[in-house]
């Protein structure tokens, strides 16, 4: 159940790392709209949350669990997790746009302390319940 709950997880997170490269993938520039910027980062997250919910469900699946305990439980904490990724994503593209931060030290800074936090909420949220 670990490699199936850390393989999702993992999955995941590449997708999610991956939606700000969406925009070049999907050849966004500087004319593109919002609303085609939000439809191509969106993509990447609407393929992580399902990853999300597996991992928590492995993480609550036991013997002494209801079905419907396990996949209430496991919608409550993918959210969480996609609540905080959403959060940042948005955080980073207000900041990029409104030129808040200048330089590659500044957007490595974001993107560790994003990443930091990702992995502690991550634990947090997908670690093994006994019951």
């Known amino acids: 159940m670990l ?34 910027r939000v439809a191509a980062a969106a993509v990447p ?4 949350w399902p990853l999300l919910v597996c991992a928590a469900a492995l993480a609550l699946w036991g013997p002494s669990r209801s079905a419907a305990g396990v996949a209430a439980g496991a919608l409550a904490r993918s ?27 500044a957007w490595t800074g974001l993107w560790l302390a994003a990443t930091g936090g990702w992995v502690r909420l991550s634990v947090a949220c ?4 006994a019951r």
């Open 3 to 36: 490699a199936g709950r850390v393989g999702c997880w993992v999955t995941a997170s590449v997708l999610l790392g991956c939606a700000p490269l969406m925009y070049v993938l999907a050849g966004l520039g500087d004319d593109a709209t919002e609303a085609s």
């Open 45 to 48: 997250v609407a393929l992580a």
């Open 79 to 105: 959210l969480v997790l996609l609540v905080y990724a959403v959060a940042v994503l948005v955080a980073a593209r207000a900041l990029g746009s409104a030129t808040t931060i200048h330089g590659d030290a």
């Open 126 to 129: 997908l670690r093994r319940v």
